[in-house]
């Protein structure tokens, strides 16, 4: 049997595959990673393979002696790592950059939880088409992750520990895809990093705001806290209004008690161009309030409706460019042009 995978020796294998290429003298990195797949487990092997495919799509002149290496491990014990070099020969052999770039260097840019939860309602619900990887959201650049004792240690604990985190834009794609009037809207594009103040907390209602970007719409998703207890909101709503852009629709929160956040969303329809995206919308609080007893939380039968004017949202062309990691962005350029 296989002994455990260390951390340092996956992370100096994959940190190799990525910074060796740029170095002065690659070839001398290329010994040290063939020398995990002789050495190492199974699941250091597979790294190793896709470090060394790496070496041969960026440096040209290295490629002969790296196709050489991938040959010999074809004939690994293990089938990811047979898998995976007699994918990677393949892409080399063929001499595309292009695919080069997008099968080996660029890798797969889609959220792995998006891509779950696609495939999950695509099985489900079995249509004609084919299924479109192009639909599912994009994730962002993972972070860089260099080799050493500290970064082991705690790589051990996480693994002993944590279970696989969702990043906030995921679990508001989770969310969204739960509520029936957002269900048709597609994959989530992006969020919002942070929520947007539109007031501050020490007024009377304190009221937030995610934004989230769909292929044709614009989902507005406040957050509104009631800061008085003596009353009792009801049919809380946002309204908007900018230029260019159509209100299609409101999701109302119910019911909004002291101190306790409640959700109403706004939903809105994208300019057909992209230049008219840029806008700043006036926001007004709308709710039902019936005034109550601070001591008990007993609401009077009868309300009356009112408004609290919010602070003006300001919508740029970012809600429309998300984040792509890119291992060679010289390749990436050279594709483009």
Request: glycine share 4%; net charge negative.
């Amino acid at each position: 049997s296989e002994s455990t995978p260390t951390p340092s020796s996956g992370i100096n294998a994959e940190y190799g595959g990525r910074e060796g290429p740029k170095t002065p003298t690659p070839a001398k990195f290329i010994r040290y990673i063939y020398n995990r797949v002789i050495l190492e487990n199974s699941t250091v092997r597979a790294a190793a393979v896709t470090s060394l495919a790496k070496f041969g799509a960026v440096c040209p002149n290295l490629r002969p002696s790296v196709l050489v290496l991938l040959r010999r491990c074809l004939h690994d014990t293990h089938d990811e790592v047979r898998d995976r070099a007699t994918f990677y020969l393949s892409v080399l052999e063929s001499g595309d950059s292009g695919l080069m770039n997008q099968y080996i260097l660029d890798t797969l840019q889609s959220s792995i939880v998006g891509l779950q939860s696609l495939l999950v309602h695509y099985i489900e619900n079995p249509v004609a088409e084919p299924f479109n990887l192009n639909k599912v959201p994009i994730t962002t650049a993972p972070a860089e992750v260099t080799p050493n004792s500290k970064t082991d240690e705690m790589m051990t604990e996480t693994r002993k520990t944590a279970a696989p985190t969702k990043s906030r834009q995921e679990e508001a794609a989770e969310r969204l895809a739960q509520i029936p009037e957002f269900a048709q809207l597609g994959p989530l594009f992006k969020s919002t990093a942070k929520p947007i103040e539109l007031s501050e907390s020490e007024t009377e209602y304190y009221v937030q705001c995610d934004v989230h970007t769909f292929n044709r719409h614009l989902l507005l998703q406040f957050q509104v806290t009631n800061t008085l207890n003596d009353q009792q909101l009801e049919n809380v709503t946002v309204e908007v209004e900018g230029e260019n852009y159509t209100v299609l629709g409101y999701v109302p929160c119910p019911l909004l008690v002291f101190n306790a956040p409640g959700t109403c969303y706004t939903l809105l329809q994208l300019p057909d161009d992209p230049a008219d995206v840029a806008s700043t919308f006036t926001c007004n609080l709308k709710f039902l309030v019936k005034d109550c007893d601070p001591s008990t939380g007993e609401a009077d039968p009868v309300g009356y409706e009112d408004e609290y004017v919010l602070e003006d949202l300001d919508i740029g062309l970012n809600v429309l460019i998300q984040r792509v990691f890119k291992t060679n962005f010289v390749a990436s350029w050279e594709e483009m042009g």
